[in-house]
């Protein structure tokens, strides 16, 4: 079954240092995602990404955030400058033009 | 602003008995909801999606959507211990694929 993939799965950052998770997404899927669930909160979304720019964004997508497909693979989110408040579980999702989103693992990232 | 409420448990059910998972949303014109479960330290995982009033069944889950009351539930039948679990509802928040999530209601089902 395809499936999306994340890494790293867990990362350990200080505060103020820049940090790129990455996602595979499946094949053929054409519209991306980031979320993220802070440790027992909401599952909040970020941005969505489709034929290479952002198609909607949240208030926490503020300029610190950034996406991009650099290779046509993988699809990245960029923290320019973590905050404490940052460490929260980040998931990828895909999907076609339909309305399952599919889910990778998650990447956890922990900002000291 | 859209918000999804759900109690967020933990709701304990008996093997073998309905669990029924409750969901009520503050956007009237909201027309797609979805059920996600969600195991501990994993990915939400999409059980079932419900666009239209009434009932829609799969397997040993049921959604119930009534729109007028803005509430949605999901109801499984014979309940397992692997059912245990984050139970979370979910509308769009704007675009396809921008989902407002509630809390999640966390389900415990004991053998």
């Known amino acids: 079954e395809p499936e999306v993939t994340q890494t790293p799965s867990h990362q350990v950052t200080q505060m103020g240092q820049e940090v790129i998770l990455r996602c595979v997404p499946i094949s053929n899927h054409l519209y991306f995602y980031w979320y993220r669930q802070i440790l027992g909160q909401k599952v909040e979304f970020l941005v969505s990404?489709?034929?290479?720019?952002?198609?909607?964004k949240s208030e926490i997508f503020d300029d610190q955030f950034s996406v991009e497909r650099p290779d046509g693979s993988n699809f990245t989110l960029k923290i320019r400058s973590t905050k404490l408040e940052d460490s929260a579980m980040y998931f990828c999702a895909t999907n076609t033009n339909t309305g399952e989103l599919f889910f990778g693992e998650g990447s956890r990232l922990t900002v000291l | 602003q859209k918000e999804v409420e759900q109690n967020s448990g933990p709701l304990s059910v008996p093997e073998g008995a309905i669990a029924s998972l409750n969901c009520t949303y503050s956007d009237r014109g909201s027309q797609s909801f979805f059920w996600y479960r969600q195991y501990s330290g994993k990915s939400p995982e999409l059980i079932m999606s419900?666009?239209?009033?009434g009932d829609k069944e799969d397997g040993r889950f049921t959604a119930q959507l009534n729109k007028a009351s803005q509430y949605v539930s999901l109801l499984i039948r014979d309940s397992q211990p692997s059912d245990s679990a984050t139970y979370l509802c979910a509308l769009y928040g704007g675009s396809q694929g921008n989902l407002i999530f509630g809390k999640g209601t966390k389900l415990s089902v004991k053998p």
């Open positions: 990404f489709y034929n290479n720019e952002i198609s909607e």
């Open positions: 419900i666009y239209s009033n």
